[in-house]
C-alpha cells in the first residue's frame, strides 16, 4: 500500500526510520479491512509529495505489526502520528480532510507544503 516516496514501516524498522530520523515523521497506522483507512491513502500519498524533502511519510499495517501501535496506545484506526525528535507532537484519529492534516502538520515541518503557492492563487 505503500506509493512513491512512502517508506513501509514495521516494527522491526521503525526505531530506525521514524524516531531516528532527522526530519518530521508522519505515520500512517492503517489495516486493509478498514474502509476509512482506504479512504485516507491516497490523501497521506498526496501529502507525501506536497511535503517532499521537508517530512518523511511512512504507512504501518497494524495487522502485521503490533508492537508499535501498542507501545503509542493506538487503539483506533486510521491513526496518523507525527514524530520530530523521536517523539509524537500530533496525533489525529480517524479520517480527517486533506486541509485539515496539512494544518496540523504546517505546524511541525518549519514551513509549508509545495503546493501551497497554487492553492493560494486558486483562492484569490
Known amino acids: 500500500m505503500a506509493?512513491?516516496?512512502i517508506v513501509e514501516v514495521t516494527d522491526a524498522n521503525f526505531d530506525q526510520d521514524v524516531l531516528k530520523s532527522d526530519t518530521p515523521v508522519l505515520v500512517d497506522f492503517w489495516?486493509?479491512?478498514c474502509g476509512p483507512c482506504r479512504a485516507l491513502a491516497p490523501i497521506v500519498d498526496e501529502l507525501a509529495k506536497d511535503y517532499q524533502g521537508k517530512l518523511k511519510v511512512g504507512k504501518m499495517d497494524v495487522d502485521s505489526n503490533s508492537a508499535t501501535p501498542m507501545r503509542y496506545k493506538v487503539t483506533g484506526i486510521p491513526t496518523l502520528l507525527v514524530f520530530k525528535g523521536g517523539q509524537v507532537v500530533e496525533q489525529l484519529v480517524g479520517y480527517r480532510p486533506k486541509e485539515a492534516i496539512a494544518q496540523a502538520l504546517?505546524?511541525?515541518v518549519g514551513g509549508t507544503r509545495l503546493d501551497a503557492a497554487s492553492a493560494d492563487?486558486?483562492?484569490v
Do not use: L, N, P, Y
Open 31 to 33: 489495516a486493509t479491512w
Open 3 to 5: 506509493g512513491s516516496g
Open 121 to 123: 492563487k486558486a483562492t
Open 106 to 108: 504546517d505546524k511541525h
